[in-house]
């Protein structure tokens, strides 16, 4: 059964720090490109960033560049997102997501989602 389990989500306060982690099984983890995205009320869910071994790298996409960092951890088959400098507008359910080649910006592009793991950053 594939599974991803996102956490790591809480109230925390303006400037705070959230690491995430979004935890797979089911399937081979270095084969595939992990994604982040997060969706607000009322908003389209948008991408946050990915990492893959096939690309080699981590993407950071612009409304969170320059305060978040992912990395990868094989042998525990766990992704991470960290978060710094939060602000109120980062506030939504963070998901993440499997992509069977590539990282990609497009969340039609993903083939299995996580739950999620609410984030709420208070002023």
């Known amino acids: 059964e594939v599974q991803l389990q996102a956490s790591g989500g809480g109230l925390v306060q303006v400037g705070a720090s959230l690491r995430l982690s979004c935890a797979a099984s089911g399937f081979t983890f270095g084969d595939y490109a992990i994604g982040w995205f997060r969706q607000a009320p009322g908003k389209e869910r948008e991408g946050v960033g990915c990492i893959s071994d096939r690309d080699g790298r981590a993407y950071y996409y612009d409304s969170v560049k320059g305060r978040v960092t992912i990395s990868k951890d094989n042998a525990k088959n766990t992704v991470y997102l960290q978060l710094n400098s939060l602000k109120p507008e980062d506030t939504a359910v963070y998901y993440c997501?499997?992509?069977?080649?590539?990282?990609?910006?497009?969340?039609?592009?993903?083939?299995?989602w996580g739950q999620g793991t609410l984030v709420t950053v208070s002023s």
């Open positions: 997501a499997r992509e069977a080649r590539w990282c990609s910006r497009d969340p039609n592009m993903y083939d299995f």
